[in-house]
């Protein structure tokens, strides 16, 4: 199958959102390129090893410049590590779609009223409470649910492991249980680094760029 622009671009709204297209036509590019759109595949491959990179420069993923970007890393990384999701929607929107809510958002494993007290350490909350190591994708169905919305991490624990978000592969974390603060601060590490490789081994395989496992797992798109 020849992959087009237009297949391409298809292809990753259904996967990842149109929000999520939007932010990365724009993100390196001027005003007049990103109305004009990419051209040919080669433009989107360069664009795509720059997009890609960028996960090595973002110090807050939890603002609107960067959480875009947060759901195509996790997105992909869920796709990747756990066939089922393949068939999860996550570019749905929410109720009846006529709103920017998505089904699946981006939330905060450890709850940020929460994490200052749980982590006692400035320099660690600097780097890690909006960071990729303390963000997931949690479905509107589960994030709705009232005594999940007030819960502290043990008790969202208890709540995703009874729901299907609690399958998800990156949301391992809340598997966990009887976990001390010390401990907590080290699982968060643990996936802040677990989480980049994978991400990376997606585009880099053997250590070089190549983009066959991302268009033919995560896309579902055959070359």
Avoid at 27 to 51: C, P, V, W
Avoid at 73 to 93: N, T
Avoid at 111 to 132: A, C, G, I, T, Y
Avoid at 152 to 161: M, S, T, Y
Wanted: net charge negative; proline share 1%.
């Amino acid at each position: 199958m020849e992959i087009t622009v237009e297949l391409f671009k298809s292809r990753f709204i259904k996967v990842f959102g149109d929000r999520c297209w939007v932010k990365f036509n724009k993100k390196f590019r001027t005003n007049a390129e990103a109305t004009e759109g990419f051209r040919t595949m080669e433009e989107i491959d360069a664009h795509l090893q720059k997009y890609v990179k960028h996960i090595t420069q973002v110090k807050k993923f939890y603002n609107s410049n960067n959480k875009q970007f947060l759901r195509f890393i996790l997105i992909c990384i869920e796709r990747k590590m756990r066939q089922e999701s393949i068939e999860i929607d996550f570019s749905a929107k929410y109720n009846d779609g006529s709103g920017n809510e998505m089904e699946y958002e981006v939330e905060h494993i450890i709850p940020k009223s929460e994490f200052s007290e749980r982590v006692m350490d400035p320099n660690f909350e600097s780097m890690h409470k909006h960071n990729l190591s303390n963000l997931t994708l949690i479905s509107r169905n589960l994030n709705n649910n009232e005594d999940y919305k007030v819960a502290i991490f043990e008790r969202k624990g208890e709540l995703i492991r009874g729901h299907e978000d609690g399958n998800f592969y990156i949301n391992q974390i809340f598997q966990e249980t009887a976990i001390t603060d010390g401990k907590l601060l080290e699982l968060l590490e643990d996936r802040n680094n677990s989480l980049k490789e994978e991400f990376k081994s997606i585009f880099y395989p053997d250590g070089v760029w190549n983009v066959d496992s991302f268009f033919k797992v995560v896309l579902q798109l055959s070359r």
